[in-house]
Protein backbone atom coordinates (compact mmCIF):
# COMPACT_ATOMS: atom_id res chain seq x y z
CA UNK A 1 0.00 0.00 0.00
CA UNK A 2 3.08 2.50 1.11
CA UNK A 3 4.61 1.81 -2.53
CA UNK A 4 1.55 2.65 -4.16
CA UNK A 5 1.08 6.11 -2.30
CA UNK A 6 4.79 6.51 -3.24
CA UNK A 7 4.17 5.56 -7.06
CA UNK A 8 0.72 7.79 -7.19
CA UNK A 9 2.76 10.96 -4.95
CA UNK A 10 5.57 10.47 -7.41
CA UNK A 11 3.17 10.87 -10.47
CA UNK A 12 1.58 13.42 -9.58
CA UNK A 13 4.90 15.02 -9.12
CA UNK A 14 5.94 14.00 -12.27
CA UNK A 15 2.65 15.63 -13.61
CA UNK A 16 2.74 18.91 -11.91
CA UNK A 17 6.32 19.75 -12.69
CA UNK A 18 5.02 19.30 -16.88
CA UNK A 19 2.27 21.11 -16.48
CA UNK A 20 4.21 23.81 -15.17
CA UNK A 21 6.97 24.12 -17.88
CA UNK A 22 3.57 23.81 -20.23
CA UNK A 23 2.50 26.99 -19.06
CA UNK A 24 5.69 28.43 -20.24
CA UNK A 25 5.53 30.31 -23.59
CA UNK A 26 4.86 33.16 -25.29
CA UNK A 27 2.00 35.05 -27.37
CA UNK A 28 1.48 37.94 -29.70
CA UNK A 29 0.48 41.60 -29.25
CA UNK A 30 0.24 44.85 -30.70
CA UNK A 31 1.83 47.99 -29.33
CA UNK A 32 0.29 51.34 -30.59
CA UNK A 33 2.99 53.86 -30.69
CA UNK A 34 0.71 56.70 -31.90
CA UNK A 35 -0.99 57.51 -35.13
CA UNK A 36 0.23 54.59 -37.55
CA UNK A 37 3.12 53.25 -35.88
CA UNK A 38 2.96 49.95 -34.24
CA UNK A 39 5.15 47.53 -32.60
CA UNK A 40 4.18 43.66 -32.37
CA UNK A 41 5.65 42.22 -28.99
CA UNK A 42 5.95 38.78 -27.33
CA UNK A 43 4.20 38.60 -24.46
CA UNK A 44 5.17 35.46 -22.03
CA UNK A 45 2.56 33.30 -20.32
CA UNK A 46 2.46 33.48 -16.54
CA UNK A 47 5.32 31.59 -14.98
CA UNK A 48 7.35 31.30 -12.14
CA UNK A 49 10.05 30.83 -14.48
CA UNK A 50 13.38 32.84 -14.00
CA UNK A 51 15.54 31.41 -16.64
CA UNK A 52 16.19 33.96 -19.75
CA UNK A 53 14.99 32.29 -22.89
CA UNK A 54 17.39 32.48 -25.48
CA UNK A 55 15.21 32.95 -29.18
CA UNK A 56 16.22 31.58 -32.20
CA UNK A 57 13.48 32.48 -34.50
CA UNK A 58 9.84 33.65 -34.94
CA UNK A 59 7.00 34.09 -36.79
CA UNK A 60 3.39 35.78 -36.94
CA UNK A 61 1.05 36.66 -39.68
CA UNK A 62 -0.59 40.61 -39.56
CA UNK A 63 -3.95 40.94 -41.64
CA UNK A 64 -4.72 44.36 -42.74
CA UNK A 65 -8.12 45.40 -44.48
CA UNK A 66 -7.87 44.68 -48.52
CA UNK A 67 -5.70 47.14 -50.11
CA UNK A 68 -4.10 48.46 -47.21
CA UNK A 69 0.03 48.27 -46.99
CA UNK A 70 3.15 47.88 -44.51
CA UNK A 71 5.93 50.33 -44.82
CA UNK A 72 8.25 47.35 -45.21
CA UNK A 73 11.39 49.34 -45.74
CA UNK A 74 11.28 51.24 -42.76
CA UNK A 75 10.80 48.28 -40.49
CA UNK A 76 12.66 47.30 -37.45
CA UNK A 77 12.99 43.51 -36.09
CA UNK A 78 14.41 41.86 -33.04
CA UNK A 79 17.84 40.64 -35.20
CA UNK A 80 17.60 43.33 -37.78
CA UNK A 81 16.52 40.95 -40.48
CA UNK A 82 13.00 40.20 -40.75
CA UNK A 83 11.10 39.41 -43.95
CA UNK A 84 7.57 40.14 -44.36
CA UNK A 85 5.89 38.35 -47.00
CA UNK A 86 2.67 39.73 -48.63
CA UNK A 87 -0.16 38.02 -49.65
CA UNK A 88 -3.86 38.55 -51.26
CA UNK A 89 -6.51 37.73 -49.43
CA UNK A 90 -8.18 36.57 -52.79
CA UNK A 91 -5.96 33.98 -53.23
CA UNK A 92 -6.68 32.19 -49.75
CA UNK A 93 -10.51 32.74 -50.32
CA UNK A 94 -10.94 36.14 -47.98
CA UNK A 95 -10.97 39.22 -50.46
CA UNK A 96 -12.11 41.74 -47.94
CA UNK A 97 -8.32 41.19 -46.37
CA UNK A 98 -4.48 41.24 -47.07
CA UNK A 99 -1.78 39.94 -45.30
CA UNK A 100 1.88 40.01 -44.50
CA UNK A 101 3.67 36.80 -42.92
CA UNK A 102 6.44 38.01 -40.79
CA UNK A 103 9.75 35.99 -40.35
CA UNK A 104 12.90 35.79 -38.55
CA UNK A 105 15.60 33.58 -37.93
CA UNK A 106 18.10 35.40 -35.81
CA UNK A 107 22.04 35.18 -36.62
CA UNK A 108 22.78 35.19 -32.86
CA UNK A 109 19.91 33.92 -30.27
CA UNK A 110 18.60 36.75 -28.54
CA UNK A 111 17.80 36.84 -25.06
CA UNK A 112 14.61 37.50 -23.58
CA UNK A 113 13.88 38.38 -19.96
CA UNK A 114 12.65 35.68 -17.65
CA UNK A 115 8.93 35.09 -18.03
CA UNK A 116 8.92 35.90 -14.43
CA UNK A 117 9.60 39.81 -14.48
CA UNK A 118 6.20 39.43 -16.89
CA UNK A 119 8.11 41.66 -19.38
CA UNK A 120 6.66 41.95 -23.05
CA UNK A 121 9.91 42.32 -25.54
CA UNK A 122 9.44 44.50 -28.30
CA UNK A 123 10.03 42.11 -31.69
CA UNK A 124 8.69 44.31 -35.01
CA UNK A 125 7.73 47.41 -35.78
CA UNK A 126 6.45 48.74 -38.20
CA UNK A 127 4.01 51.60 -39.78
CA UNK A 128 1.22 51.32 -41.85
CA UNK A 129 0.64 53.05 -45.09
CA UNK A 130 -1.92 55.71 -46.23
CA UNK A 131 -3.45 56.66 -43.25
CA UNK A 132 -7.00 54.54 -43.43
CA UNK A 133 -9.49 55.71 -41.11
CA UNK A 134 -11.59 52.36 -41.28
CA UNK A 135 -10.95 48.55 -40.85
CA UNK A 136 -9.39 46.38 -38.50
CA UNK A 137 -6.11 45.29 -38.57
CA UNK A 138 -5.02 41.87 -36.35
CA UNK A 139 -2.46 39.38 -35.79
CA UNK A 140 -3.82 36.08 -37.13
CA UNK A 141 -4.95 33.94 -34.24
CA UNK A 142 -3.79 30.22 -34.60
CA UNK A 143 -6.83 28.50 -33.88
CA UNK A 144 -8.61 30.45 -36.93
CA UNK A 145 -10.01 29.72 -39.77
CA UNK A 146 -7.44 30.81 -42.38
CA UNK A 147 -4.72 29.49 -39.68
CA UNK A 148 -6.31 25.98 -39.74
CA UNK A 149 -6.13 26.34 -43.68
CA UNK A 150 -3.03 27.52 -44.40
CA UNK A 151 -0.86 26.10 -41.39
CA UNK A 152 2.53 28.34 -42.53
CA UNK A 153 0.57 30.79 -41.31
CA UNK A 154 0.39 30.11 -37.90
CA UNK A 155 2.74 32.14 -34.97
CA UNK A 156 5.13 30.00 -33.69
CA UNK A 157 9.05 31.42 -31.84
CA UNK A 158 11.69 29.10 -31.64
CA UNK A 159 13.68 29.21 -28.14
CA UNK A 160 15.37 27.50 -25.19
CA UNK A 161 13.43 28.21 -21.73
CA UNK A 162 14.66 25.41 -19.82
CA UNK A 163 17.44 25.77 -18.07
CA UNK A 164 18.98 22.41 -17.78
CA UNK A 165 22.72 23.03 -19.26
CA UNK A 166 21.48 22.16 -22.46
CA UNK A 167 20.32 23.94 -25.52
CA UNK A 168 17.44 22.93 -27.72
CA UNK A 169 15.01 25.25 -29.31
CA UNK A 170 11.87 24.21 -29.12
CA UNK A 171 8.33 25.70 -30.61
CA UNK A 172 6.91 28.19 -27.67
CA UNK A 173 4.34 29.54 -29.16
CA UNK A 174 0.87 27.30 -28.63
CA UNK A 175 -0.01 25.85 -32.15
CA UNK A 176 -3.83 25.08 -31.11
CA UNK A 177 -4.67 28.23 -29.09
CA UNK A 178 -5.53 31.70 -30.06
CA UNK A 179 -1.66 32.56 -29.44
CA UNK A 180 -2.51 36.10 -29.03
CA UNK A 181 -3.27 38.40 -26.06
CA UNK A 182 -3.82 42.33 -24.82
CA UNK A 183 -4.14 44.99 -28.11
CA UNK A 184 -4.17 41.89 -30.88
CA UNK A 185 -6.72 44.02 -33.20
CA UNK A 186 -6.86 47.46 -33.94
CA UNK A 187 -9.78 49.64 -35.43
CA UNK A 188 -8.90 52.13 -37.55
CA UNK A 189 -11.88 53.83 -37.20
CA UNK A 190 -10.42 55.84 -34.22
CA UNK A 191 -7.96 57.25 -36.47
CA UNK A 192 -10.43 59.63 -37.34
CA UNK A 193 -10.00 62.13 -40.65
CA UNK A 194 -11.08 65.11 -38.61
CA UNK A 195 -8.09 64.63 -36.42
CA UNK A 196 -5.53 63.85 -39.06
CA UNK A 197 -6.29 66.79 -40.90
CA UNK A 198 -6.21 69.56 -38.06
CA UNK A 199 -2.33 68.47 -37.58
CA UNK A 200 -1.79 67.60 -41.27
CA UNK A 201 0.27 70.67 -41.54
CA UNK A 202 2.84 70.08 -39.20
CA UNK A 203 6.33 69.56 -40.29
CA UNK A 204 9.73 69.19 -38.88
CA UNK A 205 12.64 71.72 -40.36
CA UNK A 206 15.40 70.50 -40.92
CA UNK A 207 15.12 66.82 -41.77
CA UNK A 208 17.00 65.09 -41.83
CA UNK A 209 18.96 67.06 -39.09
CA UNK A 210 22.07 66.58 -36.54
CA UNK A 211 21.16 69.32 -33.74
CA UNK A 212 18.21 71.61 -33.38
CA UNK A 213 15.10 70.86 -35.33
CA UNK A 214 11.74 73.56 -35.70
CA UNK A 215 8.65 71.66 -34.88
CA UNK A 216 5.79 74.02 -37.46
CA UNK A 217 2.45 73.98 -36.44
CA UNK A 218 -0.22 75.73 -38.05
CA UNK A 219 -2.20 78.97 -36.99
CA UNK A 220 -4.50 78.33 -34.15
CA UNK A 221 -2.32 75.63 -32.74
CA UNK A 222 -1.04 75.86 -29.31
CA UNK A 223 0.43 74.05 -26.28
CA UNK A 224 1.63 71.20 -28.16
CA UNK A 225 3.49 67.90 -26.23
CA UNK A 226 5.31 65.54 -28.32
CA UNK A 227 6.41 61.99 -27.90
CA UNK A 228 9.63 60.74 -29.36
CA UNK A 229 9.77 56.78 -30.11
CA UNK A 230 13.21 55.00 -31.39
CA UNK A 231 12.40 52.85 -34.63
CA UNK A 232 12.34 49.75 -32.18
CA UNK A 233 9.09 51.46 -30.15
CA UNK A 234 11.54 52.67 -27.53
CA UNK A 235 10.00 56.00 -26.31
CA UNK A 236 13.16 58.87 -26.00
CA UNK A 237 12.98 61.24 -22.99
CA UNK A 238 12.99 64.65 -24.47
CA UNK A 239 12.41 67.90 -23.63
CA UNK A 240 10.51 70.59 -26.12
CA UNK A 241 11.48 73.88 -25.86
CA UNK A 242 9.35 77.28 -25.36
CA UNK A 243 9.76 78.03 -29.23
CA UNK A 244 8.64 74.22 -30.46
CA UNK A 245 12.17 72.90 -30.74
CA UNK A 246 13.44 70.05 -29.85
CA UNK A 247 17.68 68.96 -29.51
CA UNK A 248 18.89 65.85 -31.46
CA UNK A 249 22.55 66.01 -31.16
CA UNK A 250 22.62 63.83 -28.26
CA UNK A 251 21.15 61.05 -29.76
CA UNK A 252 21.94 58.24 -31.70
CA UNK A 253 21.66 58.18 -35.45
CA UNK A 254 18.45 56.96 -37.04
CA UNK A 255 14.40 56.84 -37.56
CA UNK A 256 12.54 58.34 -34.99
CA UNK A 257 8.82 58.79 -34.73
CA UNK A 258 7.70 62.12 -33.28
CA UNK A 259 3.80 62.10 -32.20
CA UNK A 260 2.87 65.53 -31.72
CA UNK A 261 -0.09 66.15 -29.60
CA UNK A 262 -2.68 69.38 -29.20
CA UNK A 263 -5.68 68.93 -27.30
CA UNK A 264 -6.31 65.22 -27.36
CA UNK A 265 -5.16 65.11 -31.24
CA UNK A 266 -1.88 63.66 -32.33
CA UNK A 267 -0.12 63.32 -35.58
CA UNK A 268 3.07 61.58 -36.27
CA UNK A 269 6.07 62.57 -38.56
CA UNK A 270 9.43 60.83 -38.96
CA UNK A 271 12.48 62.25 -38.37
CA UNK A 272 15.44 61.19 -39.90
CA UNK A 273 18.66 62.01 -37.35
CA UNK A 274 22.16 61.96 -38.91
Given at each position: MKNKIRILLFSFICLSVMTLKAQDGYTYTFQHNGAYSFTVQAVPNASANTFAPLVQSYGFTIIVPDGVTIDTGSTTSLGGGASATFFDGTNVGMPSIDGYLVTETLGSPATYPAPSNGTNTNVYTFTVNGSPTSGTMYILENNSALATAVTPLKSYKQADMVDDGSTTFVNVVDPNASAVSGMSTFDFNTLSV?????????????????????????????????????????????????????????????????????????????????
Open positions: EEQNELSAVSLYPNPASDIVKIQVPDGIEDIEIEVFDNAGKQITMQLSQDNTIDVSNIASGLYLINIISNDIKTTKKLIVK
